[in-house]
């Protein structure tokens, strides 16, 4: 916990932030001030205005009205580069990698190393591996090419990309989403070694346990403004931080887990499965109504279980049937049709139709059933989206609006919506809550919830062990691509999963 | 990131806003083409003032329709091909195919004592047969349309060349010429057929299940595949598709000169895809325009048709055609920035 508000002049002082997009207004009046050497975290819903608030620090955004301080002079970035040059580094959530460079290029994109003109490939790649070195990932070789590299992989290069220049704060919009709980400390320790030497962090996370670990001071952003400023970390207790944010308490989130009826016959029956050549056969089914829950790493064969079952990947041998039937294997036709529909883990690059409108996303695999003879019937469309909108109290609630306008918590909305309208008998989630804040994900959970009870046969991969524990009636741990436990989720605490995915010991 | 939370709705809400087809008409057909149909103006102004009645003229305009005919109709298929992110550069050479394919002697001699019909029936399906290869190598052979349709861009050509033997073959049936290069009240039926064609893809493309598939391909390939969507075949019938539109304007274009040859359409598909792009379909997918691409083909047929009234060279004509290109790109850039942000 080091230098707090007043102890040292601000580094950062952000006055009476004003941006507007048409029809909206993302920030209104907001004060914001980080001071040298401090990790300030800011906590807000999805769409409270916590992207744009950094956008504008970043020079992405312009802002229409308000004065920024940076190091004792007023700033006025009309470009990410003028916000660089005057030491601010920013990491974005969605990672903005060029995946076919390698790890050293990544980093210095941008400056490039030079020597009399020509890119000095030496110097880069030994600068890059001090710098990887320096943030516990001496593994990650400088020459690998980024796309190769696992989400987390990534997240350290443009990391590593932010360091590489002179900075004197650092912009981390959800750094742990797609990290360990290992990786995420070897995080942490890289943050601490920073603002020893007087970098300020601006850290964004939905974790709560990890601004008690890391942060020392708090802004809380809801609907655009700042609804509390400069709360010491120390002295705040979450549940005062989650009312600053949604404006009510949060007893629990997560519904209670509806009784199973144990004679319910299986929906879907995946038997001796083999992902990929020498992985061991996997085995399982799940009821009607039952949330059966796949917890383990990233990384641990998750989502390729996921996949194989959907049939976006084709598996070596073994069956997926559904109600019996069995399902042509590699084929994402056949298992829509046979009832299955998949949430993907990423949102915007496997989900969403991004430059279309709500209507065109949520019709996107029944658009058949809109038809008359092969002709859509664009009211009808208009119906049955708005009635998606409304049962999933969707905002903006508009359906010819396009899906990149929305925040996290509304887009995977729209996903579930597809599969609500189409119908389905069996429902893959892949990390159903990824980027979505607490108040969007009690709803989320609510809608899995109903939906289990509606008879719909239900999987959720996720990273968070509580969501598994908390919404599913059966848990499967998995490791090294292999089921290493199954157990009913009542019977299992998160202590005993993480000792499981560690050890990938057989139970 | 609304500040006020929108009121809850009302189940009386939910009602679908009326949008006459006027203002449909109004509100995207013009809005979203401003800068096309501002550049059209402004075209037609300059014939007139460069060649005054002799551009105005009725007689003129036809010409300008006739010539804008053929490159419309493939335009038509390649802006399916270009909003599923793809590329068609063989259009121009399955179009000579087409062309000499069905007006070889022993061709239209069967045409001539059956029926006309069966020339462009023959045209429509050597150029529908040589997309769905295309479109076979390009979905399920994973090789990318730019080297399929490279490719078939020089084996169709040959090919016709070889079926021709080089030589120009005029058509001598004369139901055929009659039908096709006739007039109805007084419009070629080349023209009309360009219409049909137009409006017909208009539909396909805005109103029906392929449509709304092919921008779902275009903007998200995965999304689509894992929506169940049948990427590979939809993809195949959208080459066959370009490939039938090249059909057509082979038959058109017979019935334009009177003749088979192997020379036809050469250079088409660089035309065919500056007009779909000048007219806002993006080359990267998912966003295409059927009423863009019909206004990008009229403004170069117009361009060429006041150039040639005005007895400047055809070199003049393609500077300006670059210009153009740019010029329009440029100004559907500024306008779609503009509109993201409405």
Known sequence: ??????????????????????????????????????????????????????????????PNAGRIVFDGQDVDFSSPDDAIKAGIGTMYQELDLV??????????????????????????????????????????????????????????????????????????????????????????????????????????????????MIGDRITVLKDGTAAASNLLVSETPNAELIRYMTGRTISSI??????????????????????????????????????????????????????????STKAVSGSVAVDGKKIRSGSTVAAVNAGMGLCPEERKSQALLLDDTLIANFTLPSIGRFATAGFTDGAREYRASMEQIEKLELRPADPRREARTLSGGNQQKIVLGRWLSHGCRVLLLDEPTRGVDVGARSEIYQLVSELAGSGIAI??????????????????????????????????????????????STL | MSISTPPKLERAQAVVPRRSAMKWLLDAGLRRNLGLILALVLLCALGVLTAGDRFADSNNLMTILRLAAVTGVVSIGATFVITIAGIDLSVGAILALAAVWATTLSGQAFAESTSWIFMPLTAMLIGAAAGLLNGILIAYGKVVSFITTLAMMAAARGLAEIISDKKTQLITVDGFLQAVGGEVFGIPVIVVIFVVVAVAGWVLLNRTTFGRRTFAIGG???????????????????????????????????????????????????????????????????????????????????????????????????????????????????????????
């Open chain 2, 220 to 342: 998200n390939p995965e999304a689509a595949r894992l929506a169940g969507i049948k990427v590979q075949r939809h993809t195949a019938l959208v080459y066959t598709l370009a490939g039938l539109c090249a059909g057509i304007g082979a038959f058109m274009l017979m019935a334009r000169t009177t003749t088979g040859s192997a020379t036809h359409g050469t250079g088409l598909e660089l035309d065919v895809i500056a007009a779909v792009v000048i007219g806002g379909t993006l080359l990267s997918g998912g966003r295409g325009s059927i009423f863009g691409t019909v206004l990008g083909v009229l403004i170069f047929s117009a361009l060429t048709n006041i150039f040639t009234l005005n007895n400047l060279s055809l070199s003049v004509q393609l500077v300006a055609k670059g210009a153009i290109i740019v010029i329009a790109v440029l100004i559907q850039r500024q306008l779609a920035i503009r509109q993201s942000r409405t």
């Open chain 1, 254 to 311: 997560f519904p209670p887990v509806r009784s199973l009826d144990e004679r319910t016959p299986p929906v879907l029956e995946v038997k001796d499965l083999v992902i990929a050549p020498g992985h061991q056969p996997i085995s399982f089914s799940v009821r009607a109504g039952e949330i059966l829950g796949l917890a383990g790493l990233v990384g641990s064969g998750r989502s390729e279980i996921l996949g194989a079952v959907y049939g």
């Open chain 1, 459 to 504: 999987i959720v991969v996720s990273s968070e062990l509580e969501e598994v524990l908390g919404l599913c009636h059966q848990v499967l741990v998995v490791s090294e691509q292999r089921i290493v436990h199954r157990a009913p989720a009542g019977e299992l605490s998160e202590h005993q999963i993480l000792d499981l995915v560690m050890e990938g």
């Open chain 1, 99 to 212: 995946e076919s460079l390698t790890v050293a290029e990544n980093i210095f994109l941008g400056h490039e190393q030079t020597r009399g003109g020509f890119s000095s490939r030496k110097s880069e790649q030994s600068k890059a591996r001090e710098l990887l070195a320096r943030l516990g990932h001496p593994e990650i070789s400088p020459d690998m090419e980024v796309g190769e590299l696992s989400a987390a992989g990534q997240q350290i290069v443009s990391m590593a990309r932010a360091l590489s220049r002179e900075v004197k704060l650092i912009i981390m919009d959800e750094p742990s989403a797609v990290l360990d709980s290992e990786e995420v400390a070897n995080l942490f320790d890289t943050v601490r070694t920073l603002t020893a030497n007087g970098v300020a962090v601006i850290y964004i996370s939905h974790r709560l346990e990890e601004i008690r």
């Open chain 1, 1 to 62: 916990m080091t230098g707090l508000a007043g102890s040292h002049p601000a580094l950062l002082q952000m006055r009476g932030i004003e941006k507007r997009f048409p029809g909206i207004i993302a920030l209104h009046q907001v004060t914001f001030d980080v001071a040298p050497g401090e990790v300030h975290c800011l906590l807000g819903q999805n769409g409270a205005g916590k992207s744009t608030l950094i956008k504008v620090l970043a020079g992405v955004h312009q």
